[in-house]
């Protein structure tokens, strides 16, 4: 008998150990994993310093809230804007979720502001996924995640299926577009750079704000700190999580301006003194792994591999989609991806699935070349069963 709610369905392995990229469940059977926890643990399992870390602040404070100052949010919110290259002002929360709707007041707030008539609805695009709140569901451009069950949804969030299609659409209303540069859910998919380059000068022009909904691709996942730099664009807002803290639950808004005062929002557990040291000890591993070259030798090899399987299963698979480390292999046929996913688990490999038809990997971004190999080769055991 469970006491848990059922809106998970969970496989049946319970993990209780993992080092780097190998995971252990109960019955002592290893996993690699390439799933890292949905993009979470971006330094893998049991991250020596990031363990010291944990160690080190437990023995010394965990949590005050925001009635007090904490110097390591202002560390962690110097270090961020520093790596985006931009003064920014930050937000700390404690998912993705949250840190879209803190980008939601922040719109509607600049919206408030700026313009004599109030401008309140923000766009977004087709496939895309932004969390489950009420507010997020509906900024979430998939019909799935808007059954009738949680209706009413609010008002003010509108999607469409390009960028284009988002141009042509925005009125007298409109006060901000969100997209994800590289759709997580919604099928691993990079969105093209002049389309973007497009959006982001359209807006500027109008001077509507643009917010890049990093959650997932950001965070070095793609190879750089934050997609938005390979597209070469620099957005009003960014929202992050997943990869940020390492493991432990971190969320975080940045904007270009400092829109809210005093009481507009807040969060009791947001930016605590654990998440936040956890956090930059994250960020601080994660630039030394850019720095030394590796980060981009760990996603020229990982794509390599993911190349050579399109090419020797040609029957089975479309194309490679995706940025960095945040990949995806295109099925030619929706009805494996069922198959393929329960077959990795069996052979002790964890992968993801997004959209319809599409494999996901977003292994820790410090997966050493051994544990790519392995997985590959259990990877590979899989697919005999097509």
């Known amino acids: 008998m469970s006491y848990l709610m059922s809106n998970y369905k969970k496989e049946d392995i319970v993990f209780t150990e993992g ?3 190998v995971l252990i469940d109960k019955n002592g059977k290893d996993y690699i994993d390439f799933a890292a926890g949905i993009g979470v643990c971006s330094l893998g399992h049991a ?3 990031i363990l010291k870390t944990i160690n080190k602040q437990s023995k ?3 949590h005050t809230s925001n009635l007090y100052k904490n110097e390591t949010q202002e560390k962690l919110a110097k270090k961020i804007s520093k790596l985006l290259g931009y003064k920014t002002y930050a937000f700390f929360c404690n998912s993705g979720a949250e840190a879209n709707e803190c980008a939601i007041k922040l719109a509607r707030k600049y919206g408030t502001q700026n313009f004599k008539e109030k401008k309140y609805e923000i766009l977004s695009l087709k496939n895309s996924f932004h969390g489950r709140t009420i507010a997020t569901l509906k900024l979430t451009g998939q019909d799935k995640f808007h059954p009738k069950d949680f209706a009413p949804y609010p ?5 469409f299926d390009s960028i284009d299609e988002i141009i042509e659409n925005i009125n007298e209303k409109t006060v901000a577009v969100i997209i994800e540069l590289v759709q997580g859910e919604g099928g691993v998919k990079a969105l093209d750079k002049d389309s973007v380059a497009k959006l982001s000068e359209v807006l500027k022009q109008r001077n509507l704000l643009l917010i890049t909904d990093e959650v997932q691709c950001g965070v070095y996942r793609t190879g750089e700190f934050v997609a938005s730099k ?3 664009i620099k957005p009003d807002i960014i929202t992050f999580a997943k990869g940020l803290g390492g493991g432990v639950p971190i969320g975080a808004c940045v904007s270009k301006e400092d829109i809210f005062t005093f009481g507009d929002h807040g969060s009791t557990f947001g930016g605590n003194h ?3 040291n956890v956090a930059l000890t994250t960020l601080n591993e994660l630039v030394k792994l850019k720095k030394s070259g590796d980060l981009d030798k760990n996603i020229k090899n990982f794509q390599k591999h993911l190349d050579e399987i399109i090419k020797d299963y040609p029957l089975i698979f479309e194309k490679r989609t995706g940025l960095g480390l945040m990949q995806g292999l295109v099925l030619k046929d929706s009805k494996n991806l069922d198959i393929i996913y329960k077959k990795c688990l069996e052979n ?3 992968i993801l699935k997004s959209g319809t038809n599409i494999l996901r990997f977003l ?4 997966i050493d070349k051994d544990e790519i190999k392995e997985g590959f080769k259990r990877f590979k055991t899989s697919l005999k069963c097509l």
């Open 348 to 350: 002790g490999l964890l």
């Open 274 to 276: 654990l998440v936040t």
């Open 47 to 49: 991250n020596d310093k």
């Open 363 to 366: 292994p820790p971004l410090n």
């Open 155 to 159: 008002d003010g969030f509108k999607f």
């Open 60 to 62: 010394k404070i965990l």
């Open 19 to 21: 080092k780097n990229s």
């Open 230 to 232: 390979e597209y070469g």
